[in-house]
């Protein structure tokens, strides 16, 4: 894998609320909701219309609206369930085949019949075409699709890999229409034809706009209209003035955590809420263990026992992030504290020296932080600053701060340039693995030239190939401890997920939970 598998993180940072939404979508083949349309203002772009390339936030919200994958991700919940198809199982004890059966009557938004050649079609032509910013790097295990009757779906992978489920009920599994798409090309006209909850009728630099697909047959049962959804570029301040003006119903990815706490603190005189919902975002120092001075254990555990995330996130984020000890966040499967129960939760100067002394190193410590200003939210070069400033308190360090336009970073990243450096991550499914695989299996996406045998060799293939997910608790806890214990990486922060919407628009809090799903069919405007 390489760093194509990154998302940015959300402009708007905070941590993962323990209990989820539960419930799940009714079957519905409604051609449309009895509300209104909807306006929903985000800072992000789409990158992409083809779900052969996008790998971005903006272009998988697009993905899940318009187009179907076999599984999805039901509200609240973490655990995929049949979409367009009636159901899906693995065929064989060792998770190497999994197949699924279709429902009945699928069809495209242009009426095209939807069938079993249209699903090996989409895995087929994204595995082919390979895009450098697509998700085809989540694939590795998929050796072929056979579809032996129009109504199934065989996988045959190479390897055992029980989230291939969660997988295929992500952006990465949207299906297409074989007629529409070419084979070895990316579509590049901003259209899109899918068979999802909605239809993309226009698309443009500065808005998209979706209307209700007449030939949806899922689970998704929609509460309006339509969506049209405007681009804002990054402009936070416009988007937070189009949502007080009026001129959006919903702001989504994009305001800052000052605005959000000066719309908290309105009490609803300005007509909008805030709306918070859970999210497995997360936010990591990364060290690079080839590098002369953040390749020594005892500088980085000195970091790891001076780094103040309360502090971080009460002044760099006021209140809207949560403290992250740990490599797999709250709220999924697996998650334990081993960065809490080894390195503490305040600030120990004196185990800061001792761990310096113990690596032979007596004067202050000279250590550039690297960062990017915006990939990974906006505040991200003032969160460095703060953690340099930490460092320097002590006493023990002379750290700074540079920050780099995100192309350079991710070249020099590559490169090994930097000692330690900030990475954002927003995972493409909810399962633990997607917090392990990435970061610490073999070709991971951190460039930071980590690598562990037990975890690699042993720990990884073993939890993947593990269907009763549950049982993988033991051993994603000693992979925590083993990253804990030799600090490839050091845990910052996890994300909330937040929106702001006018008080006459409904079931936001259905849009925002851990499965990165933003539903528009749930959204209702009075």
Known sequence: MNMRNQWPVLPIVAGLASGLLTGCGTESGDSGGDGSSVVMGMSDDVLATDPASGYD????LLFNNVFQSLLSFPKGGTEPEPDA???????????????????????????????????????DRMLE???????????PMLDKVETPDDKTVVFKLKVPDATFPSKIASGAGSIVDHRSYDADGLREDGEAVGSGPYKLDSF???????SVNENYKGTAEVQNTGVTLKFFHGDQRGLEKALLDDKVDIAYRGLTAAGISAIEASNDSSGVEVVEGSSAEVQHLVFNMDDPVAGKLGVRQAIAYLIDREALIKDVYQGTADPLYSIIPAGIAGHNTAFFDRYGARPSQAKAAAALQKEGISGKVKLTLWSTPSRYGPATDDELKAIAAQLNASGLFDADVKSVAYDQYEKDVAEGKYGVYVKGWVPDYPDADNFTAPFFGEGNVLDNNYANSTITGTLIPRTAAESNRSSTDEDYARLQDIVAEQLPVLPVWQAKQYAVVHDDVYGLENCLDASTVFRFWELNKG
């Open 85 to 123: 198809a009636q159901e899906c199982s693995f065929t064989d004890t060792r998770t190497k085949v999994y197949e699924c059966t279709l429902k009945d009557g699928l069809k495209f938004s242009n009426g095209d019949a939807l069938t079993s050649k249209d699903v090996k079609f989409s895995f």
């Open 129 to 139: 075409i390979n895009d450098d910013a697509g998700p085809a790097i989540m694939f």
């Open 204 to 210: 443009s630099e500065d808005e998209a706009v979706f």
């Open 57 to 60: 936030p903006g272009s998988w």
